[in-house]
């Protein structure tokens, strides 16, 4: 990570986990392991029906509440989707799209991303925007390219202003979930090939200023390796996010 150059940012994916209780008695119990410490940002991604829970619990606090999807339309028969206004009116800061889960099982496309990455960006969110290969991909050779089309695909139409209020995580999505966390290298790797891409669409200074964040995971023993790379910006944190002391442990390492 060059902390000189970009925000570190240290986000959390609880993806269908806890209960409003629940949500509030863990950010109750982060609030004093994360005090004090500045050298990164906090945001917890958290489900649809904790947001109120989680935004009252942190606040005062240095932690942002994040959502996990969003619509891309501003209103309208869409049952059982949440559009940006509805969020932000909540209080959330962030969301993130283009989850591989959401595109493994919910029909997401780079299409559809795009499109709620351009509804989010213009509502006012900022964005953690997902990108990255399955195994087959890796296996094939060809996972430069997939990122390289995600992330060009993902910021079609996105203004050099609003790519300020863009973080990209990279998630190899063999990494996902499975305990088989990417190598420093590989991780430092990924998020450089989507730099790189991101560099050739906005230039040298807008690449450098994009935080790259690293998912798949990611805990409190591996993150400080991998938050010693260069390209690695901070971490999309599933698994570990659910545990104040892991968490924690994780925004600790990022602070070092
Ligand atoms: P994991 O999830 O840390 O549990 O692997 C990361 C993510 O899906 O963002």
Redesign the pocket.
């Known amino acids: 990570m060059n902390r000189r150059k970009r925000r570190t940012v240290i986000a959390g994916?609880w993806?269908m986990n806890m209960t409003p209780v629940e949500a509030t008695a863990m950010i109750k119990e982060l609030r004093p392991m994360i005090k004090g410490r500045r050298a990164c940002d906090v945001v917890l991604c958290v489900p649809a029906i904790d947001i109120p829970a989680a935004v009252a619990a942190a606040k005062g606090s240095r932690i942002k509440i994040g959502a996990e999807n969003v619509h891309f339309e501003e209103k309208g028969a869409f049952t059982g989707e949440i559009s940006a206004k509805m969020l932000l009116s909540c209080g959330v800061e962030y969301v993130i799209i283009g989850?591989?889960?959401r595109r493994q099982y919910f029909g997401e496309t780079d299409a559809t991303v795009n499109k709620r990455v351009l509804a989010a960006l213009s509502a006012g969110l900022k964005v953690i925007l997902?990108v990255g290969e399955v195994l087959e991909q890796r296996d094939l050779g060809i996972t430069n390219e997939i990122l390289a089309m995600q992330t060009k695909i993902a910021l079609q139409g996105v203004s050099a202003e609003q790519l300020k209020n863009v973080i990209i995580?990279y998630?190899p999505v063999w990494?996902?979930?499975?305990g088989r966390v990417a190598t420093p290298e590989q991780a430092d790797e990924g998020n450089g090939v989507v730099r790189k891409t991101v560099e050739a669409l906005y230039g040298h200074d807008a690449a450098e200023a994009l935080t790259v964040q690293y998912?798949?995971?990611?805990?409190e023993k591996n993150a400080a390796d991998l938050l010693a790379k260069y390209n690695v910006d901070g971490g999309?944190?599933?698994?570990?996010?659910l545990v104040a002391s892991k968490f924690a442990a994780i925004v600790a390492a990022a602070e070092k």
């Open positions: 994916n993806k989850h591989s889960e997902c995580a998630e990494a996902i979930g499975t998912g798949g995971s990611m805990n999309l944190i599933g698994g570990a996010s």
